[in-house]
């Protein structure tokens, strides 16, 4: 009797100790603040035990407050052949701090980890989500996972969300005394914590107190604004191949050496055919536009990411024989083209995104980039090739991989280099409208719009799309109620570094216009208006644009004969450092012409000036949204 009271209390103990580490109630008032979910307690360390031996521990409990929570405390746990899970574990409480369910391995499921558009790839993923019925809960993990290289070493992130909340997290990088690293971090305020023993030297770094924040228009990407620690072993081992660097010229020189010599083997056939395709080509650019036309013509984009495949191209050989390669083979075989016309390029590696992103320029490491490009240095021209697609023009990238540093691997080192940058004069959208005004009701007429720069793929799913699609998609982008569309017709000008494409259309629009008494009111931006933003009388971040354009319209709407022409013009016009904007109308003859400018400019501008744009977004929103009031004649 006396060992199962002793039982009893330890039981409670034990219980009233779970229920003091993960009640919910014992969170701070300020981490619960706009949080979906808050991390109570995180560690990460990562021990080096040799190049090719990288131990990863991580335990983490983190709160789920509501539904939108769930996303947080999924745990997905990546391997492949060179990255193996060597145990997982956790446990689920609820918002008491009591044991609800208790988590093993065989609790995920095992699926591919491919990206959905990967034909070929090696990664799997082990997947825990729990299927939560009451909220809040709170998940506590535990895994170890072995990584056998050194190159990419785990990073930590902790708040990776404006929605998360940090209450405590921390990570330790662990390696021999004699081991040299390079370390890059964001917003942390501290140096790391570095103790050191006969066997290893420890760098810790910790955050506590982060708490969600408000989410906030016109901001660079949240992942610019985190906490954000990377660690780079200046000896690296992967897949094999050994190396040391601590600079990007370093990298670029390991990168070309190990991942792309070797790997431009085409035969004597192909090169016969290259001399044939440019035997009439008077300068190099020429040459080069020709060979991209027949890598468009010939091959199609396969994303392959298996083993060193991740990094690696396969061979310019295996593209020609299967016609098809990823963005990293496609690059190195148009590179094999052009050195048999002895036209020198760069293979380059670049962040890929609509929002822009760039390499760090001071810290060479192979987690920054995504995508891969080809650079061609002509004298007083560089031109850049997209050589993944089949319709992209010679020397135009677009707002997938422009305005961003980029590192070219070359025999001589890499080289960090910007794409090119499309302003807003370069992304123009113009418009002209010619209708009729029918029935008092109804617009009937034809439209042509010309997109250039990064404005020049606005429409191109329609543009690629089969007749039967082609009006659904084009109700979509013109949002506008009982329009329908005929004699669609595009044309593509395809001019090198600044193509466009054109857009004719022959539409109507039913119940556009609506009668009171002896009065109509037709709108006064038919197919194009911004939105506003909300006010924020304390903007903490600077206003990012990521990319400025100008819109063009001009409207001409023929009005019947029973409706007075007698109208005011009307001329507004409104600025700030961020834009501008102008609209003015006036019947002349018998047809209602408007004509609207609007221009936004990409950069970055101080906080104070927000209210300023918020206004002048406001008075453009509410001309957009206007309408004309016209008297009918008895």
Known sequence: ??????????????????????????????LKVRAAATIRNESMHVEMRAENDVLLRVKKAITVHNKSGDYYAAVPIHYNKSVAIKSIKGTVYDEYGMPIHKITAKNFIDISAADGFSMFSDSRLKLYQYDAIQYPYTIEIAYEIQYKQNLVIPSWNPNYSPQ???????????????VEIRSHAQHISTDPKVEKNEKLTTYTWEVSNIPAIKEENYTRSFREQAVHVNIVPKKISYYG?????????????????????????????????????????????????????YLQEKTRYVSIQIGIGGLEPFSARDVQKYGYGDCKALVNYMQNLLTFADIPSYYCIVEAGNKKESLKPNFAN??????????????????????????????????????????????????????????????????????QLLDLSNLQGTMQTQFFGTQYDNHMDVFRANNAEKPKLLARHYDINNISFDNIDYVKIDQDSDPSITEN??????????????????????????????RNENRQQPIYINRGFTDEDRVEITLPENVNKLMTPLKKEFSCEMGNYSFSAHIEDDKLITNRILTIKQGTYEPKLYNEFHEFLRMVSQTDKGRFTLEILQ
């Open 366 to 435: 192979v987690q920054d980039g995504n995508h891969i490009i080809l650079c061609i240095p002509f004298e007083n021209d560089t031109t850049w090739l997209e050589c993944t697609s089949q319709e992209m023009p010679f020397g135009f990238l677009g707002n997938f991989t422009d305005d961003r540093l980029v590192l070219a691997c070359t025999p001589d080192g890499g080289k960090v280099l910007r794409t090119p940058t499309y302003s807003e004069k370069d992304n123009r959208q113009l418009r002209t409208a010619k209708l």
């Open 164 to 178: 998360l909340a940090i209450e405590h997290s921390e990570y330790t990088f662990a390696a021999a005394p004699t």
């Open 1 to 30: 009797m006396k060992y199962i009271i002793l039982s009893f209390f330890a039981i409670i103990a034990l219980q009233s100790k779970a229920q003091l580490r993960y009640a919910v109630e014992s969170i701070p008032k300020e």
């Open 505 to 534: 259309l022959s539409i109507s629009i039913g119940n556009i216009a609506t009668k009171t008494n002896n009065r109509i009111q037709i709108p006064s931006s038919l197919f194009n208006s911004f939105g506003s933003i909300q």
């Open 241 to 293: 191949k050994t190396g040391a660097f601590d600079s990007w010229e370093d990298f670029g020189n390991w990168y070309y050496d190990n991942l792309l010599t070797g790997k431009q083997n085409l035969d004597e056939t192909a090169k016969s055919k290259v001399l044939d395709l440019i035997k009439d080509c008077k300068h190099d650019r020429e040459k080069a536009k020709r060979l991209y036309q």
